[in-house]
């Protein structure tokens, strides 16, 4: 089985990326789809939200409403920060069950794991390969405005909340160069 990161800033073309592989047969797990669900009207990390950030962040019906969430969070990194510690552990354990259930259908299976954080939560190295898609950051805004309903204030603070593509590509390139010469000192 074949493990590969699909990672990127927001709003540069994953999802199309993703669908692309799709349709070549590989499985896709969605992270930002894993996210939504761990997050749940009534599941533990939902609880966990509304405990730190207070009922301000529920819709009527009680589910969390993402905008709000968001605009906290894309405001203040520390809060941020308590919101991925919240759901990243969960997160993480329904990627690797899905993982789990995909490989007892077939060994052989390419699985693409959309994954935006991949390389600022240091998880590269929990897959094989990484495919790095970006766009310029002036079509990140564009998309987000048109996409999300943004402001061009909010998307500007959500695009500089993430850490800039020239560091993921630069992590990368690090990263590469460091497993190579480690083959070749095995090799000796």
């Known amino acids: 089985m074949l493990i590969v990161g699909l990672t990127g800033g927001i709003a540069s073309g994953k999802s199309t990326i993703a669908d692309m592989f799709k349709r070549e047969g590989a499985y896709i797990i969605d992270i930002d789809m894993v996210s939504r669900d761990v997050v749940k009207s009534g599941r533990p990390a939902w609880q966990e939200v509304v405990h730190i950030f207070g009922k301000e962040v529920l819709n009527e019906d009680q589910t969390l409403n ?20 919240i759901i990243h552990p969960k997160i993480t354990a329904e990627k690797l069950r899905q993982i789990g259930e995909i490989e007892a259908q077939n060994k052989r299976a390419i699985v693409i794991v959309d994954m935006p954080l991949l390389i600022e939560t240091d998880k590269q190295d929990t897959v094989d390969k990484v495919v790095l898609v970006y766009a310029s950051p002036r079509n990140q805004i564009e998309r987000l405005v048109k996409r999300d309903g943004l402001s ?37």
């Open 66 to 85: 993402r905008k709000k969430v968001g605009d906290i969070v894309f405001s203040d990194a520390g809060k941020r920060k308590k919101l991925e510690k």
């Open 152 to 188: 061009l204030e909010e998307a500007h603070k959500r695009l500089a909340s993430q850490m800039p593509i020239e560091n993921k590509k630069n992590t990368l390139i690090i990263l590469s160069i460091m497993k190579s010469r480690s083959k070749r000192y095995k090799k000796q």
